[in-house]
């Protein structure tokens, strides 16, 4: 089961990279996750996105950097903690947000198509509960 999830996960992977590039957004489906996650929760810190992201922070770092490049995301200092930065969307990414929906809501349907609903909604229900098992486990002192 563990070699089919990688490849299913790797060629999800795959052909959202293809349908972002099909787009023409000009970012990668890891930048536009970022994003999207910048839109659900603004304002907060990067290591706390990071975290929320389940990336290592210099993984964000870099999308951030190329992000804000393209004037897409901001970050400011946090002014309870000078040395930490917040990170918000810029006007200009509103319309990346509705179109990175878009497509990845058109990649899903077709990765999910044949599916009911009922299959969906326990696919899913399955898959973040295995996430939160790997996380726990990630995080419970190791055994001596």
């Known amino acids: 089961m563990g070699f089919l999830l990688f490849e299913t996960a790797r060629l999800y992977r795959a052909r959202t990279e293809r349908a972002f590039e099909q787009a023409g957004l000009g970012i990668t489906s ?45 970050r400011e200092p946090d002014p309870s903690d000078r040395r930490a930065k917040l990170v918000n969307l810029t006007p200009a990414a509103e319309p990346f947000i509705e179109r990175i929906t878009a497509v990845a809501a058109a990649a899903r349907a077709q990765t999910l198509e044949g599916l009911s609903d009922a299959q969906v909604a326990a696919f899913r229900a399955t898959l973040e509960h295995m996430r939160a098992n790997i996380v726990r486990s990630a995080r419970a002192p190791e055994d001596a």
């Not at 536009?32 to 770092?61: I, S």
């Open 30 to 74: 890891g930048e536009a996750r970022t994003l999207v996650y910048v839109h659900q929760h603004p304002g907060l810190r990067q290591a706390a996105l990071a975290e929320k992201m389940n990336v290592e922070p210099m993984t964000l770092v870099a999308s951030l950097d190329r992000l804000e490049a393209q004037q897409l995301v901001r």
